[in-house]
């Protein structure tokens, strides 16, 4: 079982099913301005990604993200 932070990773999928995403996922636009790159909100991703595998998402599933400034965005990823 994958677990970081204290909840594993199905237990915040499984908690994500149930009331939603709470929190935005804070991204980055990376150099090639086609990616963006996650600073906070590794393990929502990756929740919403088993959500996925489980067949509780559709693949295309469209979740809001928090574009910032890369300086901002890790600052506030070390809060």
């Given at each position: 079982m994958l677990k970081s932070g204290g909840t594993?990773?199905?237990e915040l999928?499984?908690?994500i099913a149930c009331v939603g995403l709470l929190?935005?996922?804070n991204v980055?636009?990376?150099p090639d301005g086609e990616?963006?790159?996650v600073?906070?909100?590794?393990r929502r991703l990756a929740a919403l990604k088993l959500l996925v595998k489980w067949r509780k998402l559709v693949k295309d599933f469209a979740e809001l993200?928090?574009?910032a400034p890369d300086a901002a965005a890790?600052?506030?990823s070390l809060m």
């Open positions: 594993s990773i199905p999928a499984a908690s929190q935005n996922i980055v636009r990376v990616h963006d790159e600073v906070a909100g590794p993200c928090l574009l890790r600052t506030v």
